[in-house]
């Protein structure tokens, strides 16, 4: 009887370990999904700020691969998040009251808007864009 209950816990264990990096995983691939559909327009599929809408734009959109130069590894999610959501928006995006897509991600997963609340989808994002830095240069 003790062998099966110390069974059980050593499985409990296990899935206790491999459950977040199974969830992380998945947070990224949907975050690619999202980047792809919201953002490689501007920054490029590969996030050099090379999409196909950069060269009309004003502002060249950043090299999102070295954020972690500015911002440190891992990123400050509430920090990259207000670049995403318009509260710290880059001019391309639009003005403070409407960015193009800080709203729409908002409502599409959850979490609120605020100091403190960056939403799921704009986390997914996020955890993309850590995978992507350029570690030759962002190792902090």
């Not at 969830?23 to 490689?40: E, K, L, M, N, T």
């Not at 409407?98 to 939403?119: D, H, N, S, T």
Request: proline share 5%; net charge positive; hydrophobic share 40%.
């Amino acid at each position: 009887m003790k062998l099966k209950v110390l069974k059980l816990l050593a499985v409990g264990v296990l899935l206790a370990i491999v459950q977040p990096a199974i969830s992380a995983a998945d947070d990224v691939a949907d975050g690619h999904r999202y980047f792809v559909r919201y953002c490689a327009s501007c920054h490029g599929t590969d996030g050099l700020g090379d999409g196909p809408v950069a060269k009309t734009l004003v502002t060249p959109p950043a090299n999102l691969r070295k954020l972690g130069d500015k911002y440190g590894m891992p990123l400050r999610a509430h920090k990259i998040a207000e670049f995403i959501d318009g509260r710290d928006t880059p001019r391309a995006h639009g003005n403070h009251e409407m960015p193009v897509w800080g709203e729409k991600l908002y409502e599409m997963g959850a979490g609120e808007r605020g100091e403190y609340g960056i939403g799921e989808v704009i986390g997914k994002i996020i955890a993309y864009l850590n995978t992507i830095q350029d570690r030759r240069t962002a190792m902090r």
